[in-house]
């Protein structure tokens, strides 16, 4: 017996010996076959390489990256410009709902609050635009501080009163307060956004006038103009910036009313009207709490209230009153300082008309204003610039001047310049005939007598005949 199970453990450990064996038999197999097959793949060496070098051709070479240098305009990060917003934030007065804050006004308002961006990074010479109005107004002052934070002749002022409105000017009077306020802070141009507080009735001597009544309308389209009249009188360019829509539709339908009003105060002192509305609605005109940003992505754009505006809100409505407010400021060069003796010697460029270009401004084809994509929609219709310049087919038509082509274009038809007709004096008719001159010199040449008309020649035909019949003697009776 104990024979048997001695030998039974010695067959044991033969086999596990054996199976240990070929398991490193074939991991030692599997490690040196890709060594195998990759020294296989390449050319062996012949004496020539060993000679004068070579033999690695097949072997990669290790490539040699050259690191273009790219320069990047730094900007603030997101977290930087959020800091930087609730630093600013944290100075105003706390926003409140207009709503609320109509009901519960007190007696005496509040001074406008004031949210200046950090002028002391701005040039001395730098463009100042003044934001009044309500909280929407207050939104659109963050947005354009931020817009032109990187800006140093651009500084923006903000003066607004987040409760305040047209309607309750014995809480807060624009119509007084907006005057001392421009000549305070002497703005470049004056940027208007009022109105969302507004949906309330007006009293007016004694009487109180529903919204949107025909005595409503009268008074509040006033105070709008007067508003307007204000910035034509301080001849201070004006930009009015419309409502956008809100959650609650009886007040988004009032907020189309209102923009009408504002249209029409603006266009009477000749200034400009922004539409804001389709940036913020869906396709079928409805308000909506996220919509595409100033990049075209999809992000939230109004607040849970479905009043205020997020910070990408805010960008938006940057975006929109800045096409209207680029070509009041112009392009202004921090070099620049000219005073008032400077200002005759300056000699302005001519106006130019781009019907008149010669040759046209070389464009990238990957540039992204190509194809118009760094417009929204909604902005409104460009205006081209005005020019004395006459272009081309008004010189043609209007003056009749030909268009100076270029030598040796297609359209050059002036091969050779015309010269004066070749005449001979005297004049000959044909040599050796009739000498003219002799002839003009004595009696000169009769005109030939006048052809008759058709009728004439009739009616003279016919009297011949007659003078002939009267002319025959008669014939005798006999």
């Known amino acids: 017996m104990t024979t048997f199970a001695t030998r039974r453990a010695r067959f044991r450990s033969a086999a596990l010996r054996a199976l240990a064996a070929l398991v490193a038999v074939a991991v030692a197999v599997t490690g040196i076959l890709p060594v195998q097959r990759a020294e296989a793949q390449q050319r062996p060496r012949t004496i020539v390489d060993m000679l004068f070098g070579g033999g690695g051709s097949n072997a990669e070479r290790p490539r040699r990256v050259i690191k273009k240098r790219v320069i990047r305009k730094k900007k603030a990060t997101r977290s930087q410009r959020s800091a930087t917003r609730k630093k600013r934030n944290a100075n105003r007065k706390t926003r409140s709902s207009p709503r609320n804050a109509v009901r519960s006004a007190p007696a005496q308002a509040a001074p406008a609050a004031a949210a200046v961006a950090d002028d002391s990074e701005k040039n001395d010479n730098a463009k100042k635009i003044l934001v009044v109005g309500d909280f929407m107004a207050d939104s659109l002052a963050d947005g354009l501080i931020e817009s032109f934070s990187d800006d140093d002749m651009?500084?923006?002022?903000?003066?607004?009163?987040?409760?305040?409105?047209?309607?309750?000017?014995?809480?807060?009077?624009?119509?007084?307060?907006?005057?001392?306020?421009?000549?305070?802070?002497k703005p470049d141009v004056l940027a208007v956004m009022i109105g969302a507080n507004d949906r309330q009735p007006l009293r007016l001597s004694g009487s109180t006038l529903s919204v949107r009544s025909d005595g409503w309308t009268a008074e509040y389209e006033k105070r709008a103009t007067d508003i307007a009249k204000i910035a034509e009188e301080k001849k201070v360019p004006l930009i009015w910036v419309g409502m956008p829509s809100f959650k609650y539709d009886s007040m988004s339908e009032d907020m189309v009313f209102f923009n009408d009003i504002y249209r029409r105060a603006a266009e009477r002192v000749s200034g400009e009207f922004v539409s804001i509305w389709d940036g913020f609605v869906d396709e079928n005109g409805d308000f909506v709490y996220s919509g595409p940003d100033v990049n075209g992505q999809t992000t939230r754009l109004r607040g849970s209230d479905g009043l205020n505006m997020t910070d990408a809100g805010e960008e938006k409505l940057a975006f929109f009153t800045e096409k209207a407010l680029l070509p009041i400021l112009g392009e202004v060069s921090p070099d620049i300082a000219l005073d008032a003796k400077s200002l005759p010697t300056i000699q302005l460029q001519p106006l130019s008309n781009a019907a008149s270009a010669q040759v046209a401004?070389?464009?990238?084809?990957?540039?992204?204003?190509?194809?118009?994509?760094?417009?929204?929609l909604g902005t409104g219709s460009s205006q081209t610039a005005f020019s004395l310049e006459m272009s081309p087919r008004d010189r043609l038509v209007l003056n009749g001047d030909q268009v100076n082509s270029r030598e040796g274009r297609a359209d050059n038809f002036a091969w050779s310049t015309k010269s004066s007709a070749i005449r001979s004096d005297p004049p000959i008719v044909y040599r050796g005939s009739i000498d003219l001159k002799t002839i003009n010199e004595s009696a000169?040449?009769?005109?030939?007598?006048?052809?008759?008309?058709?009728?004439?020649?009739?009616?003279e035909d016919w009297q011949t005949g007659e003078d002939e019949e009267a002319s025959e003697p008669p014939a005798s009776s006999g």
């Open 361 to 376: 401004a070389p464009v990238g084809l990957n540039d992204p204003g190509l194809d118009g994509s760094e417009a929204l």
């Open 154 to 185: 651009v500084v923006v002022t903000s003066k607004t009163n987040g409760s305040s409105g047209l309607v309750r000017n014995d809480f807060y009077d624009w119509g007084e307060q907006l005057g001392p306020l421009i000549d305070e802070e």
């Open 444 to 459: 000169g040449i009769e005109p030939p007598k006048e052809m008759p008309s058709i009728l004439d020649a009739i009616i």
